[in-house]
């Protein structure tokens, strides 16, 4: 039943690849910038499922802290790059 | 892998949970590149961000506790806080995009 296990734990990291594989496209190619914001979201999210299922497959709880802190920083830095498009400064006076 | 004393029951489910969460994430991603506008691509990644995160976090709290042998939910910060600010950043994104004005004509 191990087997199972790791071939999932396989197939999941696969899949997440691919996801970052595709929002890294869509950052690259995205016509405006609203599209490059929204790859970045999806890229940060996809890097902490990674982790997570690094963190499934070693065992340890090291990974778990990586995730939240990615978690963190990357929807700071969404909601600074939204309040960038939107009014033209990150932080109003 | 260090646990070769996992039962099959909780190996069947986190499997079951993990390839459904990758299948999910990767489908919600392709998304994100094939739709062909701005307000289409915003939904492709939000499935990923809460039911293949949530299918992820389940199987993580289920492999660590029964490794443990004692109930390991620290994962429900990770889902708690994603839960919160996802809908956050979606609306200020799309807030952002219908404010923009829109590209000056080529040429």
Known sequence: ??????????????????AMTFAAIR??????AQDRALALDTFYVNGMMTLLVL???????????LALLIALFGFVGSIALSKFLLRGEAIEP | MSATELPAWAALIAAVLLILG????????????????????????SMG?????GSV???SM??????????????????????????????LLMNAAVKRPKDPPPG
């Open chain 1, 1 to 18: 039943m191990n087997a199972l296990l790791d071939f999932a734990i396989g197939f999941a990291q696969l899949c997440f690849v691919l």
């Open chain 1, 27 to 32: 950052l690259l190619r995205g016509p405006r």
């Open chain 1, 55 to 65: 963190g499934i497959r070693s065992g340890t709880t090291i990974y778990f802290d």
């Open chain 2, 22 to 45: 990758g299948l999910i994430t990767a489908i919600g991603s392709l998304g994100l590149l094939r739709l062909p506008s701005f307000f289409a691509r915003m939904h492709g990644p």
């Open chain 2, 49 to 53: 961000s809460t039911l293949g995160l």
């Open chain 2, 57 to 59: 976090l389940l199987a």
């Open chain 2, 62 to 91: 289920l492999l660590a506790s029964v490794r443990d042998g004692r109930p390991v939910v620290h994962e429900v910060l990770i889902t708690i806080f994603v839960i919160t600010t996802a809908p956050i950043t979606a609306m």
